[in-house]
């Protein structure tokens, strides 16, 4: 629809708005007739608030056009304003005999005419692109120096001694990114919460008792305990640092912000799979991490090749599970099983006719993902493989920590300006000892093939 339809639509209801307002006013109006009166204004009420949204997103850029539809609300806005005022004063004249004559309530009248002045006053909001622009435009501007604490604030970016909220826009991105880069976000289930989560897992199960004779007062049921323990997701500190030069930064013909966020992605993304995958940082150790949580697979004396060594690790994992579940291999255990054949002589790794969840080949019938990630440090070429459920694995995120801090004494010497990217999460492979989730296996050189 062109705007000068939806400009006329909009006059058309502001009009018949007023119409409705002079039926209210009217002494003599019935309780059943202000219920159907009611029920227009809700139903124009929204069709010029979605008049009011397609005339802000016409031609986003255009600032006169959002002005041009705002001054129609406007307009309607203070005729409502007016009629509001006097209705409200001929309803206190007449509230008397209302009452006494069984018509339409003060209290509902003045509802009613509450709704029409609501409506009448509607206003073009902004376009969310339009919001997001203006967003991004202020934390790029106080990133880069442009703008003071002060006028950021000013502008809705919450900062202070240096740092900035990453405003949501912008954080969702983050995510996004983390998300697409990092398996165990794609794959784990995430929440975003204020405080530490708790998670309930099975420690000690029920029995069950069978018996052939009646229960007595001497043979009573046997008590049988059933215990469950916590694991706490307790968020810690997280942070990744990018520098950007100085002159890149004076050169305003560049999109600076996205260069640096595009740079802190990367950074945050990084220390955020050495996190959860192995969590074996310095000061920054996880023992929930995938390689230090996931069961170790040690194959027996019988399982000579690595064949019959995957098919036992497949099978060691609960049938319940098993349907949920899919492998994670590195690149150099996918290059192993590239090679091998079946006892029946087919290919024991099947590409996939189509792609299915991200994935593009099967293994002993369930998806294998391949994702560099899980290999050690230096130890690229072992392979590794896992297998399991990996919903198991639990990542919070704490709501509006994410901020930026830009640090531009710390590096003043190489003229380069510093970005530190902090949040706080906390992310484990959470499972019941009686149901293991996630399997590992780490291929040793000596294992056949």
Known sequence: MNKQL???????????????????????????DLTAIQEEIDEINKQLQDVADE???????????????????DEGGSSGDEGSSGSGEGGEGRSGNLAGNGGVSPEQRQAAMAAIKSALSTRNAKSTKAKEKEIRSAFANFVVGNISEMEARALGIEAGNGSV???????????????EENFLRRLGQGVKTTGNMKYPILVKKATAQGHKKERTGSNPIPETDIEFDEVYLEPTEFDALATVTKKLLKQSGLPIEQIVMDELKK????????????GDETDN?????????AVEYK???EDVELYDQLVSMKNSVPKVVRKKARWVLNTAAITKIEKM??????????????????CDYKLLGYLVEEEEEISKEGQEDTPIFYFGDFSSFKIQDVTGSLELEVLR??????????FKLYSLLDAQLIYSPFEPTVYRYEVKATTGA
Do not use: C, W
């Open 6 to 32: 939806l400009l006329a639509l909009q006059k058309r209801n502001n009009e018949r708005l007023t119409e409705l307002r002079t039926q209210i006013e009217n002494p003599e109006l019935r309780a059943e």
């Open 55 to 73: 005339l802000a997103n016409i031609d986003d850029g255009g600032e006169g056009d959002e002005g041009e539809g705002s001054g129609e609300g």
């Open 165 to 179: 909220t990453v405003p949501e826009v912008i954080a969702s991105e983050i995510i996004t990114y983390a998300q």
């Open 267 to 278: 950074a945050y993304v990084r220390k955020e799979v050495r996190y959860m995958v192995h």
């Open 285 to 293: 150790v996880n023992p929930g991490a995938l390689a230090k949580k």
């Open 299 to 301: 194959p027996t004396a």
């Open 341 to 358: 054949k079946t006892k029946d002589g087919f290919p024991l790794l099947k590409p996939l006719e189509q792609a299915q969840d991200g």
């Open 409 to 418: 004494e710390l590096f003043t010497n190489t003229n380069r300006v510093g």
